[in-house]
């Protein structure tokens, strides 16, 4: 992973012109991101000009991985969640750039939002994927423990229902 720099996102223009670039050609390609095929412009920019917003008010830290001064990947911690569950986080819009898959840039940016989780008092991650395509070996193999497959539980982005497997993961201990 030579060159690959991690940092936190803030609510720019670029960054929500380069994230909604990179959640097109995810969708594109199959990745099952809550987006289905063909996404517009117009919805992945207003997602993440929403999520940025998020990130202004506390309530999400968004990281991206930098190949200079290109963005490659990014995944969502999300905090903010109901007031029973001040202990846990949630990974979310896990997604890398097709040409940079397979480099350990995932890997990366899911063991520093497992730090950025400690650091916020953060005892438990939860997260999600699509049982067809999705990132489970990845989950697993950086300690996540599967605790169950829902069938039928989303539309693919070209169509066709896929499961969601479900994961979590103490941390911090």
Do not use: C
Not at 57 to 69: Q, S, V
Not at 111 to 134: I, M
Request: hydrophobic share 45%; proline share 5%.
């Amino acid at each position: 992973m030579p060159n690959i720099k991690i940092k936190p996102l803030n609510n720019t223009s670029e960054n929500i012109i380069a994230l909604s670039v990179m959640l097109i050609e995810v969708v594109a390609n199959g990745g099952s991101v809550g987006f289905m095929h063909p996404l517009s412009p117009v919805e992945s920019i207003n997602f993440w000009t929403s999520s940025l917003a998020a990130v202004d008010r506390g309530e999400r830290i968004i990281l991206g991985a930098f190949d200079g001064d290109e963005l490659v990947a990014t995944v969502t911690l999300v905090l903010s969640l109901p007031p029973n569950q001040p202990h846990r986080a949630e990974i979310a819009k896990m997604m890398t750039r097709i040409n940079y898959r397979g480099r350990g840039i995932a890997k990366a940016l899911l063991q520093a939002a497992e730090q950025l989780a400690v650091e916020h008092n953060r005892s438990l991650l939860v997260l999600d994927t699509a049982q067809d395509e999705g990132a489970s070996g990845l989950y697993e193999k950086q300690g996540f423990t599967l605790t169950g497959i829902i069938p039928d539980y989303a539309l693919k982005p070209h169509g066709g229902l896929t499961a969601t497997m479900i994961y979590w993961k103490r941390i911090g201990l």
